[in-house]
């Protein structure tokens, strides 16, 4: 393995390679797969992108290259005709396929940008992962839909799709995604498919891996509880309780645990 998941967990978000901490991730589910044929395809792209964003390039530059790279040449996009399934938020199958959800993408397109020095992140959007190349000025992606520009107009069309047509835009959506925080999204749609799927195991497997690249994250903390107790697995929910009681400080939230603790006392 080219990365222990804890290890994830133990550094600082900056830290974070997002395209080998996403390969990490996949891994556990590819036992004994020789690795560096991905890891030679990130670099081929790196070397591309260099070639083709040239010396200084400006943000609108930077993301035409990404488009033309990525999308054009190596051919990925997003699996628009089979979006559910399970292997699109598996970063060894997206690039085996060169399809995939919007997260696991934007985690390809940023963590390309970032080999060059280049300021690129997760965007937040409500229901649908974009990417923001540079600070000020920047430039958003849709690395999703072959890494096309997007502009104000359709940022406000995308979040009136999801929320309703009287949402309003908020510059919230435009602000950086935290690097754990984009592993977690891509862990969450592989949680939410195992068990729309019927296989909490599976799930329960994924909650697992957030508390371990997260572990100051409650939320995954509490919905590995909730499986596990699902599963009758009592011991390992007061543990993950108790460690959520760890690392939370919302009030609420320590009465709810403390409640569950107790119940689960009695029972």
Same mark, same amino acid.
């Given at each position: 393995?080219?990365?222990?998941?804890? !290890?994830?967990?133990?550094?600082?978000?900056?830290?974070?390679?997002? #395209?080998?901490?996403?390969?990490?991730?996949?891994?556990?589910?590819?036992?004994?797969?020789?690795?560096?044929? /991905?890891? %030679?395809?990130?670099?081929?792209?790196?070397?591309?992108?260099?070639?083709?964003?040239?010396? #200084?390039?400006?943000?609108? !530059?930077?993301?035409?290259?990404?488009?033309?790279?990525?999308?054009?040449?190596?051919?990925?996009?997003? %699996?628009?005709?089979? /979006? %559910?399934?399970?292997?699109?938020?598996?970063?060894?199958?997206?690039?085996?396929?060169?399809?995939?959800?919007?997260?696991? =993408? +934007?985690?390809?397109?940023?963590?390309?940008?970032?080999?060059?020095?280049?300021?690129?992140?997760?965007?937040?959007?409500?229901?649908?992962? =974009?990417?923001?190349?540079? #600070?000020?000025? $920047?430039?958003?992606?849709?690395?999703?839909?072959?890494?096309?520009?997007? %502009?104000? @107009?359709?940022?406000?069309? =995308?979040?009136?799709? $999801?929320?309703?047509?009287?949402?309003? $835009?908020?510059?919230? /959506?435009?602000?950086?995604?935290?690097? &754990?925080?984009?592993?977690?999204?891509?862990?969450?749609?592989?949680?939410?498919?195992?068990? !729309?799927?019927? #296989?909490?195991? @599976?799930?329960?497997?994924? /909650?697992? @891996?957030?508390?371990?690249?997260?572990?100051?994250?409650?939320?995954?903390?509490?919905?590995?509880?909730? =499986?596990?107790?699902?599963?009758?697995?009592?011991?390992?929910?007061?543990?993950?309780?108790?460690?959520?009681?760890?690392?939370? &400080?919302? +009030?609420?939230?320590?009465?709810?645990?403390?409640?569950?603790?107790?119940?689960?006392?009695? +029972?």
């Amino acid at each position: 393995m080219l990365l222990e998941i804890d !290890q994830i967990g133990l550094l600082d978000d900056e830290e974070i390679e997002l #395209d080998i901490a996403a390969l990490a991730l996949s891994e556990l589910d590819h036992a004994g797969l020789d690795l560096e044929p /991905y890891l %030679d395809l990130l670099d081929e792209i790196e070397g591309r992108l260099a070639e083709a964003g040239g010396s #200084d390039p400006s943000v609108e !530059q930077q993301a035409k290259a990404l488009s033309q790279v990525i999308h054009s040449e190596f051919g990925f996009i997003g %699996d628009a005709d089979s /979006y %559910d399934a399970p292997l699109n938020a598996d970063f060894i199958r997206v690039l085996d396929r060169r399809r995939g959800l919007p997260v696991s =993408l +934007s985690i390809l397109y940023c963590a390309a940008a970032r080999r060059l020095g280049w300021s690129a992140y997760a965007l937040n959007m409500p229901g649908h992962v =974009l990417a923001r190349i540079g #600070d000020e000025p $920047f430039v958003v992606i849709d690395p999703f839909n072959g890494g096309i520009s997007v %502009d104000e @107009r359709q940022l406000v069309a =995308l979040v009136r799709q $999801f929320l309703g047509p009287g949402a309003r $835009f908020s510059t919230e /959506y435009l602000a950086p995604v935290p690097n &754990r925080s984009t592993l977690l999204r891509l862990l969450m749609n592989q949680a939410s498919r195992a068990e !729309q799927g019927g #296989d909490p195991v @599976r799930a329960l497997a994924m /909650y697992d @891996r957030m508390t371990r690249i997260a572990p100051g994250n409650p939320d995954g903390w509490w919905e590995l509880a909730r =499986l596990q107790l699902g599963l009758q697995d009592v011991d390992a929910a007061r543990h993950s309780l108790s460690a959520m009681l760890e690392v939370t &400080r919302d +009030s609420e939230r320590r009465k709810l645990i403390t409640t569950t603790l107790d119940a689960i006392a009695e +029972s």
